[in-house]
């Protein structure tokens, strides 16, 4: 069963990468840079599915994605980098 329909998966590289400028904008807290996400993600699903409940779970899935991708990420990275100082 598929999750994230094929039309929406370009949604998740996206709104990754927006996160991460948004991460490196001063002015944007930490805490609300998910809800942006969020929010960005359920327009740009209007913009390709339309005006209707699927097109906004499917931005809710495809943000849900990168920032899950973002934090997966960082907890490895952490882990490496924690085992390396442990030595």
Known sequence: MEYIVQDFLILVP???VLGLFLKGT???PN????WI???LGVALG???GGFNVTAAIQGILAAAAAVYGNQLWK???NGINEKKEDR
Do not use: D, E
């Not at 805490?31 to 998910?34: A, D, V």
């Open 75 to 77: 907890q490895v990275v």
């Open 26 to 28: 001063p002015k944007v």
């Open 46 to 48: 209007f913009g390709i």
């Open 37 to 39: 996400i969020g929010v």
């Open 14 to 16: 996206v709104l990754y």
């Open 31 to 34: 805490w609300l840079i998910p």
